[in-house]
């Protein structure tokens, strides 16, 4: 044994810690947490060590917030008081959630419809963020107890497809909860990561991760390659999981007894025995043939096959969203070297067989559903603590970020599908003579039209020193970070007046609103290009008559006097044809303006050049 001693301080040094870093899967449903040991990986389990699921739910009661089991029990008793699915909630605003306010217990206040949502107990406001830190705080809190040290560093998982409020917000709930988070990594990715795929740089494979949860469901497309993790497609549905196997079950037992699911509304625990007893039926039927049991006087009854045929239409939905994914990957079942079954409701026998049929091939389902992607998540902590030869995580960024430019034109600087961390660049210039300010407007979405997308935020570049239009050299940078997360910096370059920030979005886009903006951007691309084209013909005028203006300024002496009039009337005809909606009209204006000019021009170089010359005495 070696016994190290500080020779300066004469004491024996204390045993160097290795220090741990965790990984997090913070769920919609459920939250787990675990961390690397050498080559294994321990998940962090409850008292009894059988469970390792910390729901994510949060109860406010007397003596404070309680997060969990306890929580969930809480329910039906003090459903106002009682959080859950507040992951749905990170990074969203009021306006995103109309659909969501209705089917839950508690109060989501809806004062500012543009800010970020809040939630209200007792006359005290929550945001979303403050709400995960708990479920993250008792997860911290779990680890700890079993390490007997403290730990402050973690990686977090998301889904694939949040967007950069989500990730940000997220981000935040882990340093409320007193966690550095050093890399906020995508669920599929993690998941990937757990079944050793992407773990030597030899490996080439693409795989599919199919992920069926309490209420969402992900389906993910990942090119591994030499230890690069690319996000080939992503699709799914944030309101299909679990819960609707629970109630197409309740659904069933309804229709066999004399109750109606009026019934079960208006008696909110009879409604919660419902769907205790059918949430145990469907995992009774993961193994074994039958279920039997009652409420009260109401027997209850599930076999395999009933169950089977009332599921199959959410089945196909999932089976349908794996279809449109391989479509956008561009990839036919051939290509497909795994199927990964990530997620509690993959224990359901009907979806292992579903699955692995549609894909031809036997779906991996070695390890267990629930504990995946907090493994995975554990792996990367420790790939990130140095302990494991350095592996390069990449995503994609789900769309486009660009800024506004003249006419309200959205510039698209990272383009949709462009793989994360990135950055790029573009110069502008100033239209206006001497213009002093610069404001940058960010926006996210596919539209060629800024208004039709979704701001991310806005920023000036102050204190340009005066410079005629066109002159100034503006450089506009975005960069992404690892974790989706964008800088936008801006500077002139002449005079190097510099200014940055980091885009938190006053509020991020659903799910929903993406793909309605995806659909969007397709079904309008061309009414789009034509207004577009309007737009740069519009700003080309625009331009000319600025020019036009200076040139009769500078050669006020010089003209004779029809040719100014010539000039002002081209100019009106030019002005005119702005107002209007005719791409044709103004293109034919600016002609007419550029035929008569351009001989007037010449000469006037001409006098400049003489002029000059005569002026440098030679
Ligand atoms: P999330 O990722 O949304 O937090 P989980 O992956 O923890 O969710 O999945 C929770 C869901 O898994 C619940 O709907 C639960 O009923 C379901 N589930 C758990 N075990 C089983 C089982 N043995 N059979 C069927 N469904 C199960
Ligand atoms: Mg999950």
Redesign the pocket.
């Given at each position: 044994m070696k016994i190290p001693i500080n020779l300066k301080a004469g004491e024996v040094d204390k045993e160097e810690k290795r220090e741990v870093i965790i990984g997090i899967?913070l769920?919609?449903?459920?939250?787990l947490v675990a961390y690397a040991d050498g080559d294994e990986v321990i998940v962090i389990r409850d008292e009894s060590g059988s469970n390792a699921?910390v729901p994510?739910i949060l109860h406010f009661g007397a003596d404070g917030v309680v997060v969990g089991d306890t929580a969930r029990k809480k329910l039906i008793s003090a459903p106002e008081r009682t959080i859950y699915s507040v992951?749905r909630l990170m990074g969203k605003s009021y306006a995103d959630l109309e659909s969501l306010k209705s089917s839950v217990g508690y109060n989501v206040i809806d004062q500012d419809t543009e800010a970020l949502v809040k939630i209200e107990i007792d006359g005290k406001y929550y945001t979303p963020i403050e709400l995960s830190a708990e479920i993250l705080k008792e997860l911290k809190k779990r680890v700890e107890k079993h390490l007997k040290t403290e730990v402050s560093k973690a990686v977090i998982t998301v889904p694939a497809y949040f967007n950069d409020a989500q990730r940000q917000a997220t981000r935040d709930a882990g340093k409320l909860a007193g966690l550095e988070v050093l890399r906020i990594v995508n669920?599929p990715t993690a998941a990937s990561l757990a079944y050793g795929i992407g773990l030597s740089k030899e490996e080439e494979k693409t795989i599919v991760v199919y992920?069926?949860?309490?209420?969402?469901f992900d389906i993910s497309i990942l090119q591994i390659q030499n230890g690069i993790f690319e996000v080939l497609a992503t699709h799914g549905d944030t309101y299909l999981?679990?819960?609707d196997?629970?109630k197409v079950i309740i659904d069933y037992w309804l229709s066999q007894i004399e109750l109606s699911s009026e019934d079960l509304n208006n008696d909110k625990s009879l409604g919660q025995e419902f769907r205790t007893k059918a949430?145990e039926a469907?995992?009774t039927?993961?193994?074994s043939e039958n279920y039997t049991s009652a409420i009260g006087a109401y027997a209850l009854q599930l076999d395999r096959k009933t169950f089977a045929h009332i599921s199959e239409a959410l089945i196909n939905k999932t089976l349908h969203a794996c279809k449109l994914a391989m479509k956008d990957a561009g990839l036919s079942k051939k290509d497909i070297n795994q199927v990964v079954l990530?997620?509690?409701?993959?224990?359901?026998p009907l979806v292992k067989s579903a699955v692995s049929e549609y894909f031809d091939q036997k779906a991996d389902d070695s390890l267990d559903?629930?504990e995946v992607?907090a493994i995975g998540a554990a792996i990367q902590a420790d790939i990130l603590a140095g302990n494991r030869k350095d592996l390069l995580l990449i995503d994609i960024t789900p769309l486009s970020m660009g800024i506004e430019t003249v006419g309200g034109l959205m510039d698209v600087i990272i383009s949709r599908n462009s793989k994360v961390p990135t950055r790029a660049g573009r110069q502008y210039t100033t239209s206006v003579d001497g213009q002093k300010n610069l404001k940058i407007a960010v926006f996210q979405g596919e539209r060629d039209l800024v208004q039709h997308n979704r701001k991310l935020g806005e920023f000036i570049l102050k204190d340009i020193p005066p410079m005629p239009a066109g002159i100034p050299k503006i450089e506009i940078k975005f960069i992404l970070d690892a974790d989706g997360i964008l800088t936008v910096k801006a500077s002139e370059l002449r005079s190097n007046v510099e200014t940055q920030m980091e885009i938190r979005s006053a509020y991020g886009i659903s799910e929903e609103d993406m793909a309605r903006m995806l659909i969007d951007s397709l079904q309008n691309a061309e009414s789009d290009m034509k207004t577009k084209a309007l737009l740069e013909s519009i700003n080309e005028a625009n331009n000319i008559l600025l020019a036009t203006d200076r040139f009769l300024e500078q050669n006020k002496s010089a003209l004779k006097e029809d040719q100014v009039s010539q000039i002002i009337e081209l100019k009106e005809e030019l002005l005119a044809s702005t107002k209007g909606d005719s791409k044709d009209k103004i293109e034919a204006a600016m002609q007419a303006m550029n035929t008569y000019t351009e001989p007037l021009a010449h000469e006037a170089l001409d006098r400049n050049i003489g002029k000059a010359l005569k002026d440098s005495k030679v």
């Open positions: 899967d769920g919609t449903t459920n939250s699921l994510s992951k669920e992920d069926l949860g309490g209420g969402t999981g679990g819960d196997f629970d949430e469907k995992k039927l993961s193994n990530v997620g509690g409701s993959t224990r359901m559903p629930d992607v």
